[in-house]
């Protein structure tokens, strides 16, 4: 790197997964130096050559991780500034902020609005409050309100966890929520789901494909204005009907837009945010599904179409001149090389999608998640995983193999090499 980047603030990007490597691109693109930190540097998203990539041990051991980064910000050569890419690192670095301040900006809200993200019973409630449009919901804690529950609710429903948990992810690693049909089906669940989670939403399923799914995506500055803006639509998301998007389209909607600076500001909002929604066919309106405090799983469409939040929130944030957005690119999609690719299997599969659709679904102009000229590091491995995996599974099931899959060291006993870092 150059001498003139070195006078630059670094960013830490934490998780190097789809979207912090969308991060560190859209910063890095723009001649910020950055360091991103993962517990797996083996994956393909992190084979990235545009950050110093530094091993950390999993975001889960809270504590160890905060001692980390002190560590990382002390050996910076300027306070330095922090992107979260997902809910768990969102929740540390916001109860640690005082522990870190001296050491970096936050690109992310004050302490309350975070745990108003995060935990969407109060948010929901915040939200109803404030006469923004959302689905039914009921927030159950006793075996008399699942009772009245069952008798009022709208069906099909779903039942989540109203705030992340990792003992919910333990138990049902691949099931973000269960999609119930019936009273009865509602009773039986509860009984069975509440002896392991207790803090549970029970909320109207929005009947309707994925692309109803709408989002913004902005950066709002110290008194809750807007920097830029950006909207769009999903198309698919995997697994369908309750996942990640696998492809979205940039499209302006000017209700999003105002909708989602409404919302925001009423949450005494700073600092980059998403906010979803889906359209009810029922009663001709949208209804809020989620706020997220970190950056959006496809946010990456973003600075492709000319609306580069990350660079505005690094710019805004350490004092720097904020570029002007003046470009919007309608009708370019983001494409999940690999999540399309599943997603698709489980349409065709399903009989909701033909080939012809799902080829037409790719005309127009694009962008990818994985593939680009300049960073071509992350496609090759996931070539090369979507190659490998396979031939290990038919390895294993023909050979009788018993090998445990490899885990990467976490000990808690390694410390971060931050040797480097001054150089940047």
């Known amino acids: 790197?150059?001498?003139?980047?070195?006078?630059?603030?670094?960013?830490?990007?934490?998780?190097?997964?789809?979207?912090?490597?969308?991060?560190?691109?859209?910063?890095?693109?723009?001649?910020?130096?950055?360091?991103?930190?993962?517990?797996?540097?083996?994956?393909?998203?992190?084979?990235?050559?545009?950050?110093?990539?530094?091993?950390?041990?999993?975001?889960?051991?809270?504590?160890?991780?905060?001692?980390?980064?002190?560590?990382?910000?002390?050996?910076?050569?300027?306070?330095?500034?922090?992107?979260?890419?997902?809910?768990?690192?969102?929740?540390?670095?916001?109860?640690?902020?005082?522990?870190?301040?001296?050491?970096?900006?936050?690109?992310?809200?004050?302490?309350?609005?975070?745990?108003?993200?995060?935990?969407k019973k109060v948010f929901y409630r915040f939200a109803a409050e404030q006469g923004f449009p959302i689905p039914q919901s009921f927030f159950p804690e006793s075996d008399d309100d699942w009772r009245m529950i069952a008798a009022n609710a709208r069906y099909p429903c779903i039942v989540k966890p109203y705030q992340p948990s990792l003992g919910w992810r333990r138990l049902f690693p691949d099931q973000k929520l269960f999609e119930i049909g019936s009273a009865d089906e509602l009773l039986k669940l509860s009984r069975r789901i509440r002896q392991v989670h207790s803090d549970l939403i029970v909320q109207e399923w929005i009947p309707g494909k994925d692309d109803l799914l709408f989002f913004s995506l902005t950066y709002l500055d110290s008194t809750s204005t807007p920097l830029g803006m950006f909207t769009g639509r999903k198309i698919r998301q995997q697994p369908p009907r309750s996942g990640t998007s696998s492809i979205v389209e940039s499209r302006w909607h000017q209700w999003i837009a105002d909708t989602s600076t409404a919302l925001l500001q009423a949450m005494n909002y700073t600092g980059y945010g998403s906010v979803e929604f889906k359209w009810d066919r029922r009663d001709q309106t949208f209804k809020i599904i989620e706020v997220s405090a970190r950056t959006w799983f496809p946010h990456g469409i973003g600075a492709a179409c000319g609306v580069n939040l990350e660079y505005l929130a690094y710019c805004d944030t350490t004092g720097l001149q904020v570029p002007p957005v003046n470009r919007f690119r309608q009708g370019v999609k983001w494409i999940h090389e690999e999540r399309d690719l599943h997603s698709c299997m489980a349409y065709l599969k399903a009989g909701q999608l033909t080939i012809p659709q799902w080829i037409s679904s790719y005309r127009g102009a694009r962008t990818y998640a994985i593939a680009c000229w300049d960073d071509p590091g992350p496609m090759l491995f996931l070539m090369l995983h979507l190659i490998t995996v396979p031939l290990r599974r038919f390895r294993r099931r023909f050979a009788g193999s018993n090998n445990e899959p490899r885990t990467l060291n976490t000990d808690p006993s390694k410390t971060v090499d931050t040797r480097h870092v001054s150089t940047l």
């Open 1 to 119: 790197m150059n001498k003139q980047m070195i006078q630059k603030p670094i960013a830490v990007v934490l998780g190097l997964g789809q979207n912090g490597l969308a991060t560190v691109r859209a910063l890095a693109r723009r001649g910020v130096p950055v360091v991103g930190i993962d517990r797996d540097l083996r994956q393909y998203t992190a084979r990235t050559r545009y950050c110093k990539r530094l091993h950390c041990p999993d975001f889960k051991e809270g504590a160890l991780w905060i001692r980390r980064l002190v560590q990382l910000g002390r050996a910076l050569p300027c306070k330095g500034v922090l992107f979260p890419s997902g809910d768990f690192s969102l929740q540390m670095l916001s109860d640690h902020r005082e522990l870190l301040d001296p050491y970096f900006h936050f690109t992310f809200p004050a302490k309350d609005v975070v745990d108003l993200c995060l935990d």
